[in-house]
Nanobody, 127 residues
Framework: QVQLVESGGGLVQAGGSLRLSCKSSGGTFSMNTMGWFRQAPGKEREFVAAIGGSGTLTNVADSVKGRFTISSDNAKNTASLQMNSLKPEDTAVYYC????????????????????WGQGTQVTVSS
């Protein structure tokens, strides 16, 4: 059983940065696809970014491309999301997810491909 714990959320002004971390326990971290999704009030959960188990393949949503970077550290069983140039529309609860190895990377975008989810961490960007 994989357990995921997110950290790093908070309140930041527009243009600022935050770094989210997702610590995984159980399972084989290096084999998992790790993803970040977010859900704003009244909206559907949406894909943000994901990284394959090798740490070399990534997929990033167009809405955050160029601003957000996903990375992983297999030695620490941790996936991270560096968020720069934050905008008020980035305000949401951010969820970490872990799933089986996926191919092609386009499949990283779909929530149904992930088996385990964290509890979420709130990110609020003020204007």
């Amino acid at each position: 059983q994989v357990q995921l714990v997110e950290s790093g959320g908070g309140l930041v002004q527009a243009g600022g940065s935050l770094r989210l971390s997702c610590k995984s326990s159980g399972g084989t971290f290096s084999m998992n696809t790790m993803g970040w999704f977010r859900q704003a009030p009244g909206k559907e959960r949406e894909f943000v970014a994901a990284i394959g188990g090798s740490g070399t393949l990534t997929n990033v949503a167009d809405s955050v491309k160029g601003r957000f970077t996903i990375s992983s550290d297999n030695a620490k069983n941790t996936a991270s999301l560096q968020m720069n140039s934050l905008k008020p529309e980035d305000t949401a609860v951010y969820y970490c997810a872990a799933g089986r190895p996926l191919w092609p990377p386009s499949r990283y975008r779909y929530a149904q491909n992930y088996d385990y989810w964290g509890q979420g961490t709130q990110v609020t960007v003020s204007s």
